[in-house]
T-cell receptor, first 115, second 113 residues
Framework: GAVVSQHPSRVICKSGTSVKIECRSL??????MFWYRQFPKKSLMLMAT?????????EQGVEKDKFLINHASLTLSTLTVTSAHPEDSSFYIC???????????FGPGTRLLVL | AQTVTQSQPEMSVQEAETVTLSCTYD???????LFWYKQPPSRQMILVIR??????QNATENRFSVNFQKAAKSFSLKISDSQLGDAAMYFC??????????FGAGTILRVKS
């Protein structure tokens, strides 16, 4: 139980284009989802917290107009990297938490490379 | 603000031996949760074990157990009978009253055959 999927697993795009990453909770309803960014051999950096049906809460220093987050249903959240640049290249991970629960379950991550 | 410290950037263990990964945290909250996550080379974050602060008994999951010392704010992970598949980066994490998980910097565990 508590499986989270992410799609795509890796994506290469040209500078200036937008990329959408999907995060789905497959066997549970997630009122809250989280988006992280991770650099090689580093810890996870929280970008934003996404609540179903409401606006995401972004961490300090994260550009909300660049990283658009939508949590339209209890099983799906999306992260859109708009006008991507090479410095946005990174590993993006989502997680989901069961309603009323304390544990976050993580997706397998998406490797983004912007050329 | 809460902080989580993992003081061991890297650890090594011989296959079948036991290893302990350390984690300390700082908080003024009285009710919270602590977690160990494993991130193997695939980079999928996997929940290893969790501990509720109000429980005095240390959590155990098969070969994985914790030593939770609430007064000392310490939460170490013991891996018994280490296997090659245990090689990964291990993250200690804290969740208090808020939504967020606070992660430590991670410990790379190498398992030697």
């Amino acid at each position: 139980g508590a499986v989270v999927s992410q799609h795509p697993s890796r994506v290469i795009c040209k500078s200036g284009t937008s990329v959408k990453i999907e995060c789905r909770s497959l066997d549970f309803q997630a009122t809250t989802m989280f988006w992280y960014r991770q650099f090689p051999k580093k810890s996870l950096m929280l970008m934003a917290t996404s609540n179903e049906g409401s606006k995401a809460t972004y961490e300090q220093g994260v550009e909300k107009d660049k990283f658009l987050i939508n949590h339209a249903s209890l099983t799906l959240s999306t992260l859109t990297v708009t006008s991507a640049h090479p410095e946005d290249s990174s590993f993006y991970i989502c997680s989901a938490r069961l309603a009323g629960g304390e544990t976050q379950y993580f997706g397998p991550g998406t490797r983004l490379l912007v050329l | 603000a809460q902080t989580v410290t993992q003081s061991q950037p890297e650890m090594s263990v011989q296959e079948a031996e036991t290893v302990t990964l350390s984690c300390t945290y700082d908080t003024s909250e009285s009710d919270y949760y602590l977690f160990w996550y494993k991130q193997p080379p695939s980079r999928q974050m996997i929940l290893v074990i969790r501990q509720e602060a109000y429980k005095q008994q240390n959590a155990t999951e098969n070969r994985f157990s914790v030593n939770f010392q609430k007064a000392a704010k310490s939460f170490s992970l013991k891996i018994s009978d280490s296997q090659l598949g245990d090689a990964a980066m291990y993250f200690c994490a804290y969740k208090g009253y808020g939504n967020k998980l606070v992660f430590g910097a991670g410990t790379i565990l190498r398992v030697k055959s």
